[in-house]
């Protein structure tokens, strides 16, 4: 019975997070006009989450990619069709892997950093004395941080499909001797602009960035002010951060395809 | 940068406080208390350790509001007023932290320049100036380039009481100024509070358990506690009026009108001695 009662308790809570989630959000949104004032502060926290995290996403980018082609490979020699390797590649990296892979790193990089920074002025009364000076910490402090990151996930995608689609080439062409011409054709002549990078880069990375920055400035804005509180919302950034971009890609790939 | 003072709200209180009723966890924390800070004047709020002298102020500011009454600064009812207005008003007051609040991705310097820097478009040249002016004050401008957490808890303080006035503001609000100061330090904030009344007539209210302080500082003392005022006067007289309140707050005696022990059960049965009663 009890053990009812928790789940139900659980699931309440849950809902009653997204729900605050949802309010907080259209106050961040009517906030984010304000928060043009702070440009500088913007571009500060682009160069934060986005080209800090350019190396992470650089390397990841690249072995997934790599592995990728090792594997396809391996599979795709049993039907004597090593040559669509390129392709497969590509559309696997465009459509799914990139903007899944970079929008999780994305959230255990940028985003806990982000939650833990918003927490740590909530916990030192950073944000109260903001208040307390006539500066709205939302406009100053958290649309800076959300826009930032809605603005660098795309990009940071766009460079995590480059390299994979180079670690792919590295292994396919460079070490298992695929012909460089083929590669590049057959994935040319294949992979969509509108289907594979418009859809699968442009608007998942989009809609992750989003979610994703989303979830840490709040859990960072809302968070209990003691160290320990602090500590749990970073975790459930990713936590958060990690379920609903799974589910979320389910939702728009069964749109998109 | 102070506004001036309309000629009819002169005679009244800056803040004017009535019927304020906090109760905050089921605890009471305010009982339709009054209360009055006069303009220019130096105010000093005292009393027992969580009896709400730092909600008080949070009250003044809007930052809580209360289950009933009103609390007016400058004749506005701040328990009514929006965000932006609030915004307006708190443009006027300045906030001194009890825990100082400096922000830290900033050096000191920018850190007192904040305020000016998001309200003014003052050139670079003024700013510079007015901070560093600010920053001489509280005896900290050769340290106007390093970071918060190079500060001592008292450097940092002076920091922040820097940044408060750096507006020169209406009304300051000191939430335990002389905590972690030393007696150079201290006496000289002392002065700063003193000539920031009589020379910009800035009024001010403090929160303070250091009496010595207060009696060289405050105009008017409060004593709260209970969620009521329970004295009230210029400091040497109430040092002397021989309440139970006052001469338990100034004589700090553990027995008297305010417990020392917060509320709890038998102590003997706590302690799981032989035949008390749980």
């Given at each position: 019975m009890s053990t009812r009662m928790e789940r139900g308790g659980v699931v309440t809570q849950s809902l009653a997070q997204i729900g605050a989630c949802g309010?907080?959000?259209?106050?961040?949104?009517?906030?984010?006009?304000?928060?043009?004032?702070?440009?500088?502060?913007?571009?500060?926290?682009?160069?934060?989450?986005?080209?800090?995290?350019?190396?992470?996403?650089?390397?990841?980018?690249?072995?997934?990619?790599m592995v990728l082609g090792l594997q396809l490979y391996d599979v795709l020699s049993i039907f004597g069709g090593t040559s669509a390797t390129g392709t497969v590649v590509a559309i696997a990296i465009y459509r799914e892997l990139g903007p899944v892979v970079t929008a999780l790193l994305f959230a255990g990089r940028a985003g806990t950093s982000m939650t833990a920074e918003i927490g740590l002025m909530r916990a030192t009364d950073q944000l109260d004395a903001m208040e307390m000076m006539a500066v709205d910490p939302l406009a100053y402090v958290v649309a800076p941080r959300f826009l930032a990151g809605v603005i660098a996930l795309p990009l940071l995608t766009a460079v995590f499909c480059a390299m994979g689609v180079f670690g792919g080439h590295l292994v396919g062409v460079s070490w298992l001797g695929i012909d460089n011409g083929t590669f590049w054709s057959n994935m040319t002549a294949t992979v969509d602009v509108w289907k594979d990078i418009v859809?699968?880069?442009?608007?998942?990375?989009?809609?992750?960035?989003?979610?994703?920055?989303?979830?840490?400035?709040?859990?960072?804005?809302?968070?209990?002010?003691?160290?320990?509180?602090?500590?749990?919302?970073?975790?459930?950034?990713?936590?958060?951060?990690?379920?609903?971009?799974?589910?979320?890609?389910?939702?728009?790939?069964?749109?998109?395809? | 940068?102070?506004?001036?003072?309309?000629?009819?709200?002169?005679?009244?209180?800056?803040?004017?406080?009535?019927?304020?009723?906090?109760?905050?966890?089921?605890?009471?924390?305010?009982?339709?208390?009054?209360?009055?800070?006069?303009?220019?004047?130096?105010?000093?709020?005292?009393?027992?350790?969580?009896?709400?002298?730092?909600?008080?102020?949070?009250?003044?500011?809007?930052?809580?509001?209360?289950?009933?009454?009103?609390?007016?600064?400058?004749?506005?009812?701040?328990?009514?007023?929006?965000?932006?207005?609030?915004?307006?008003?708190?443009?006027?007051?300045?906030?001194?932290?009890?825990?100082?609040?400096?922000?830290?991705?900033?050096?000191?310097?920018?850190?007192?320049?904040?305020?000016?820097?998001?309200?003014?478009k003052l050139p670079e040249v003024l700013i510079r100036n007015i901070v560093l002016t600010k920053l001489q004050a509280v005896g900290l401008r050769g340290?106007?380039?390093?970071?918060?957490?190079?500060?001592?808890?008292?450097?940092?303080?002076?920091?922040?009481?820097?940044?408060?006035?750096v507006f020169d503001p209406a009304l300051i609000l000191y939430d335990e100024p002389f905590v972690g100061l030393d007696p150079i330090a201290?006496?000289?904030?002392?002065?700063?509070?003193?000539?920031?009344?009589?020379?910009?007539?800035?009024?001010?209210?403090?929160?303070a358990h250091e009496l010595a302080a207060v009696q060289r500082v405050a105009d008017h003392v409060y004593l709260i506690a209970n969620g009521k005022i329970v004295a009230q006067g210029d400091p040497a007289t109430l040092a002397n009026d021989g309440s139970p309140w006052t001469r338990q707050f100034f004589g700090g005696e553990a027995d008297g009108p305010v417990p020392f022990q917060y509320p709890a059960g038998d102590y003997a049965a706590a302690l799981d001695f032989p035949g008390a009663k749980a």
């Open positions: 309010l907080f959000l259209l106050t961040l949104l009517a906030a984010v006009p304000k928060s043009m004032r702070h440009g500088r502060e913007t571009l500060r926290q682009l160069w934060f989450v986005g080209a800090m995290s350019l190396t992470i996403i650089m390397t990841c980018g690249l072995f997934v990619g859809n699968g880069v442009v608007l998942k990375s989009f809609a992750f960035g989003i979610v994703v920055s989303l979830i840490a400035v709040f859990q960072g804005y809302t968070t209990p002010p003691t160290s320990e509180g602090v500590a749990y919302a970073t975790t459930r950034t990713v936590v958060a951060s990690s379920i609903a971009i799974l589910a979320l890609d389910f939702v728009l790939t069964s749109f998109l395809i | 940068m102070t506004e001036p003072v309309s000629p009819t709200s002169v005679v009244e209180p800056l803040v004017r406080i009535r019927g304020l009723t906090t109760v905050l966890n089921g605890k009471t924390i305010f009982d339709a208390m009054d209360l009055d800070i006069p303009r220019g004047k130096v105010t000093a709020i005292m009393g027992p350790s969580g009896t709400g002298k730092t909600t008080l102020l949070k009250h003044i500011t809007g930052q809580m509001r209360g289950d009933a009454g009103e609390v007016r600064v400058d004749g506005q009812d701040v328990t009514s007023l929006s965000r932006d207005h609030l915004f307006k008003l708190r443009e006027r007051i300045g906030y001194l932290f009890q825990n100082s609040a400096l922000l830290t991705d900033f050096d000191v310097f920018e850190n007192v320049a904040f305020p000016l820097r998001q309200h003014t340290a106007a380039r390093l970071m918060p957490t190079e500060l001592s808890g008292g450097m940092a303080r002076r920091v922040a009481l820097a940044r408060a006035i201290l006496n000289q904030v002392l002065k700063l509070i003193r000539t920031l009344n009589q020379t910009l007539g800035i009024t001010s209210v403090l929160v």
